[in-house]
């Protein structure tokens, strides 16, 4: 079995914890060693709910499908080992989040550094973010850092990485889930669970990573990241001066990393100069933030 069949057996298991802790509890009388056909049982509705209505997901089961997603995330690009320089990432990304309107998730926020020169950073559901190397590099200080993040952290917030379930094979993930419990599976059945899960966890990680998110989206996730930028006390600008740099880098280009999954840098410019100059207020660029991001990111220089 592969690295990355493993993490989404992995990940399958985490799904089936969840429900079998759920199950335990609403009926106690079972124990926690009751019945598979009990627990089957228990969860059918729980099961139509998630299958009606991802709207009505809930906080735990959107953690596990962004732990799932991560993995295969993870799978792609490794993490970059630096303790401090991730240290440094999570502490920007903590206060920009704090300062959403989602400033808690089921297990709080995570960012990590990926080890790739690419040019990109992506949000799974429930709060796992991620930044390249390549992005760090040519972001100037710690407005642009802090843009970048209010960005993905929007897309948290509005829950965009979920609508990518709607259309997605999850569906018959958890049909299959609530056929029989795991238990019941022989290695032909579990296999095709497995393979099920997967390809749907690849329809949602290809979205993130190949595709995107639709244009409202990543547009809604510009003006609420100017918004989310300025509570925590950044100039909204940098979101602006970090489109400019990549827009005129012909090395990187709109068709590679970040830009080959947005909408284009001049329109997103354009529309993000309009909603800056809505603000009340406008904090001002801090020398002090600009000194703290080159001494974090001095070995990537």
Known sequence: MNNKKTLVLLAFCLFCVLFFLKCSVMEESAGIFGKVSKIVTSEKDTIKAVRSGFGDISEEEEYYIGRAVAAIILSMYPAY?????????????????????????????HFLVLDTEEVNALS??????????????????????????????????????????????????????????????????????TDVFEDALGDIAGKLIERGYDRKYEYEADRLSIKIAARTGYDPKGLTGFLEIIRQDPAQGEEKGWFKTHPSAADRIERAHKEISSLSFIPEKVSARTARYEKAVQGLR
């Open 81 to 109: 080992q630096d303790d401090d320089l991730t240290h440094y990432v999570n502490s920007v990304g903590m206060a920009v989040a704090y300062h959403s309107d989602r400033p808690e998730t089921f297990a709080g926020y």
């Open 124 to 193: 799974a559901p429930s709060g796992f973010i991620f930044i390249s190397k390549g992005l760090l590099k040519r972001c100037k200080d710690e407005e642009m850092l802090g843009c970048v993040l209010a960005h993905e952290v929007a897309h948290v917030q509005e829950k965009h990485g979920l609508q990518a379930i709607k259309n997605s094979r999850l569906v018959d993930a958890f049909a299959l889930i609530g056929e029989k419990a795991v238990q019941k599976y022989g290695p032909e059945k579990l296999a095709k669970l």
